[in-house]
Each structure stands twice: as C-alpha cells, then as structure tokens.
C-alpha cells in the first residue's frame, strides 16, 4: 500500500504532494506507472469532493494500477471521551420553539445577547457549573483544570472589562479536560489562541490585561446577569443565535 500525503486549500484537496510507500521495483517509493496513474484518479475522482484534515488519503496498487481511497481518520481516546458527553443538540431557535410553555413560565430562559463568540465549539450545551469572582480568576484556573465531563462553566465577573478572566492557557486547559464551555460575565484575552481549541466560549469582550491571583471567589452560588438567573445544577444550550438556561435537560 502507497500512502499519499496532500495539501488542504479550504476544505479542498488540491494536490497530491508525494507518493511514498513499497512497489516490487524499488522499496521506499512508487513506479512511474503508479505516480501517473495516481494523477489520472485524482483528478477524476476527488477533485469535485471536499475533504477536511480528518481525512486519509491511501494509494492501493495492484499489478495493472493504483487506486486512490480516502478513510476518515479515528478519533483520539481524548476526544472519544469527549463526545460521549457532548451529543448533537438541537437549534436554540427550535429549543425555543418547541418549548415556548417553558419560556412563558420562566423554566427556560434566554440571556441578552451581549456576548461574543470565541472558541472552535460554535454549538456547545452541557449541566452548568457556576463561579462568582471579580477581576480574579484563580478559582477559573482551579475548575478548568478539573474534569469537566462535559459541563459549561458559567462564571459571573461582575461584568468589569478592566481584565481578562480567561486566556489562551486556561482554554487550552478545559478543552483537555472535557469542558464543554465556558461562559464569562467578563473579557478573555489571547483570542486567536481561544479559537484554536476545541471549546465553546461567549465574553463580554477581550482585553490584554491579565487578573490578580488572591484565590477570591465562590463556587455553587445562584448567579444573576445578562438579565436572567442562572442556578448550579442547570442545563446551558448555545449556538450562535443566542444562550438558553434551563431548569432541565432538553435532550
């Protein structure tokens, strides 16, 4: 089997870079006559498809020719873990269609759309794990560096821009450690890191300015901002038309 290395331009593979692999010829590298026809199959197979890096793609040659084959790639144990915790969840727009009683009685709730989006995670829900501080995060570091088995960490600031709640190693942080998301009453900073990482995160804004470290704050408290109440123990729903908290799991 000859394995075929290729370069990504938006989503698209555009070319085949090299051919490596085992011929009967010669060990280490592919005949001319599979070099050319892996060309030929490139062109009329995947040039109309779009791949993303999860792909492989695999040359299988056989005495008359070469074939390409694409096969998705396996998950990491780390993300295997991950995503028994985070299951398709629905649209916030049909959630609250589908339970406009619950909006009506106050059961299910939406914040007001002050918040900004970071983090690869566009859609992201879980159980909440609420944190009350203000222009400290030491208390953020120390969840995030918990197992998160999926939940959202909600953390109330206060709403100060003056500093930054998050950054790029506390996101990394609860990406490794199976955060669902995390949402800031508060700025983050490092923003491109942020994005980097299999994360969902909503913040006020961002700001370059790190907070103070005096282990201020508490966990498990009932929170209120961005016009609702938010209770530990409930259920989070985002996407990018909004965040929804619910009194319980609307799977």
């Known amino acids: 089997m000859l394995a075929v290395s290729a370069r990504f331009h938006g989503g698209r593979m555009s070319n085949v870079s090299r051919v490596v692999g085992t011929s009967p010829r010669k060990r280490g590298s592919a005949t001319p006559r599979a070099r050319a026809q892996t060309s030929v199959d490139y062109k009329t197979i995947f040039s109309p498809q779009i791949y993303t890096d999860e792909h ?3 040359v299988k040659r056989t005495k008359k020719s070469a074939l ?8 990491s144990p780390r993300r295997q873990k991950f995503s028994k915790y985070n299951e398709a969840m629905k ?3 049909d959630l609250c269609d589908a339970f406009e009683p619950k909006l009506a009685n106050g059961s299910l709730r939406v914040l007001a759309p002050i918040f900004l989006p970071f983090g ?3 859609m992201f829900s879980g159980r909440v794990k609420t944190l009350k501080t203000f222009e400290d995060n ?4 120390q969840a995030v560096e918990s197992a998160g088995e999926g939940r959202v960490l909600v953390v109330d600031g206060g709403a100060s821009l003056r500093c930054a709640l998050l950054g790029g190693n506390l996101a990394k942080a609860a990406a490794q450690n ?6 800031l009453n508060a700025p983050v900073r490092d923003a491109d890191e942020i994005d980097s990482f299999e994360l969902g995160v909503r913040a006020l804004a961002t700001v370059p300015v790190r907070s103070q470290k005096r282990g201020l704050g508490e966990y498990g408290v009932v929170l209120n901002f961005a016009g609702a109440t938010i209770k530990p123990g409930e259920w989070c729903y985002v996407d990018r038309d909004g965040i929804l908290i619910s009194d319980e799991s609307l799977a």
């Open 138 to 141: 030491s208390l953020v570091k």
């Open 56 to 58: 492989r793609f695999v």
């Open 68 to 75: 390409i084959c694409v096969e998705k790639a396996r998950s």
């Open 91 to 93: 649209p916030t727009t």
């Open 178 to 183: 199976g955060w669902s998301g995390v949402i």
């Open 120 to 122: 690869k995670r566009v």
